[in-house]
T-cell receptor
């Protein structure tokens, strides 16, 4: 089955620690995205990548970093510079980053601060 | 800039009731419009979409019509079920043309609870 997988489902971060969220897709999609979801709010774009070895900042990139070394993988690192990391993180992908392309979402990772 | 406004929730209905969730948007040009649904503890799933004015998107008994004159994309369903309980997000994606990236802008989400 084709789809997007995110791991882990729950992740705990200690003060000053960097943590990495995994996102893998086997849909052969070129474009991948990371969103953050807070209670009572819509999704906000953190980073996106249109192609391997390329990525751009979204609306709330501060305190986050990404890499895109392989087409199927787009990991997100939440650094210690992100002062309010508790949220639900969603990864998405689309065939290409064209305006008519539908984005498909993974199941999400919930990040909690200890 | 672009924005999406959804009706305040939560919305609570009895099974078989009629559902409307309002969505209005602000954008230049003719954006594509989407409704996504998020079931408890899960990611978002595309429910339906419309890419030009007067288009009607439909899926699983839900439908929404792209109204350019009122900048709206209201979600409707004639008879809701308990299994429809979820959070519903309206979103737009600007139509910049060509191969340039178009960012999805989401509304804040509307929680729907359907009771038996």
């Amino acid at each position: 089955d084709g789809g997007i997988t995110q791991s882990p489902k729950y992740l705990f971060r200690k003060e000053g620690q960097n943590v990495t969220l995994s996102c893998e897709q086997n849909l052969n999609h070129d474009a991948m995205y990371w969103y953050r979801q807070d209670p009572g709010q819509g999704l906000r774009l953190i980073y996106y990548s249109q192609i391997v070895n390329d990525f751009q900042k979204g609306d709330i990139a501060e305190g986050y970093s990404v890499s895109r070394e392989k087409k199927e993988s787009f990991p997100l690192t939440v650094t210690s510079a992100q002062k309010n990391p508790t949220a639900f993180y969603l990864c998405a992908s689309s065939i290409r980053a064209l305006v008519q392309e539908t984005q498909y979402f993974g199941p999400g990772t919930r990040l909690l601060v200890l | 800039g672009n924005s999406v406004t959804q009706m305040e929730g939560p919305v609570t209905l009895s099974e078989e009731a009629f559902l409307t969730i309002n969505c209005t948007y602000t954008a230049t040009g003719y954006p594509s419009l989407f409704w996504y649904v998020q079931y408890p503890g899960e990611g978002l799933q595309l429910l339906l979409k419309a890419t030009k004015a007067d288009d009607k998107g439909s899926n699983k008994g839900f439908e929404a019509t792209y109204r350019k004159e009122t900048t709206s994309f209201h979600l409707e369903k004639g008879s809701v079920q308990v299994s429809d309980s979820a959070v519903y997000f309206c979103a737009l994606r600007p139509n910049a043309g060509g191969t340039s990236y178009g960012k999805l802008t989401f509304g804040q989400g509307t929680i729907l609870t359907v009771h038996p």
